[in-house]
């Protein structure tokens, strides 16, 4: 994108480029504040052969988990592989590269990642299989491995406000993954519920500058439940 104004009109428009095996980060987190539209475009694209980074794949049949059924996923670097049973069968059956990585470190790798860090300790994980192959460090009398940064080719990002500068504001959970995600892409597409004018947006608010961001686009969300649990009704 040329400019400040980082609007396009069209999900192929923002997607364009992504090609078979690159590396996609996504925000989100089950079905929360996920960029499903985005998905869905990259689904339709039939991409293949990428390498997704998230928390999880999304449940079965929403989210990350329509790239699954097409078999464009070739590996999954993720915490948690959750409601979807699709990621369970293809990585028990050894047909999807799965990299599990504890919650917290994962959004540290994209942090680092996109604050140009290419490595750091973390305590989380020593002495277990994620420790296995990594350097290891005794620092004050306790214990670290070394932990590789994460970018990716793109990042895909959900969120509630922007300006079309491509300032950013989340909304309370779907903030989640997102701020971080949104840094670690060398191109970054974001999808909003509602675009504003430039200074329309309290810049105390601002969650993630324009800066970071390549692409905008304001779409329909559909908001899918991941566990719907209502109370029972009175007898």
Avoid at 52 to 64: A, D, F, H, I
Avoid at 71 to 96: D, H, W
């Amino acid at each position: 994108m040329a400019g400040f104004n980082k609007v396009v009109n069209s999900y192929e428009e923002a997607m364009a480029g992504l090609a078979d095996n690159m590396t996609v980060i996504a925000g989100g987190f089950g079905l929360c504040g996920i960029p499903e539209n985005l998905i869905n475009e990259i689904q339709r694209k039939g991409t293949k052969g990428l390498t997704v980074v998230s928390n999880n794949c999304g449940t079965t049949n929403e989210g990350l988990g329509v790239l699954l059924h097409n078999r464009q996923v070739k590996k999954m670097v993720a915490s948690y592989v959750g409601e979807n049973e699709i990621f369970e069968a293809q990585m028990m059956a050894g047909e999807l590269d799965v990299e599990l990585t504890p919650q917290g470190t994962l959004a540290e790798k994209m942090r680092a990642g996109g604050a140009g860090i290419p490595a750091f300790f973390t305590a989380t994980g020593y002495g277990t299989l994620v420790a296995e192959g990594k350097e290891t460090r005794e620092i004050d009398g306790r214990h670290y491995i070394l932990e590789p940064a994460i970018t990716g080719d793109f990042a895909i990002v959900k969120a509630w406000k922007a300006d079309t500068y491509g300032n950013l504001v989340f909304r309370k959970t779907a903030r989640n993954f997102n701020p971080m995600a949104a840094t670690a892409g060398k191109i970054t597409v974001v999808e909003v519920e509602e675009i504003v004018e430039p200074g329309e947006l309290d810049p105390d608010q601002i969650h993630t500058p324009g800066i970071y961001v390549n692409r905008l686009i304001q779409g329909t969300f559909k908001k899918s439940i991941e566990q719907r649990t209502v109370r029972a009704a009175n007898a």
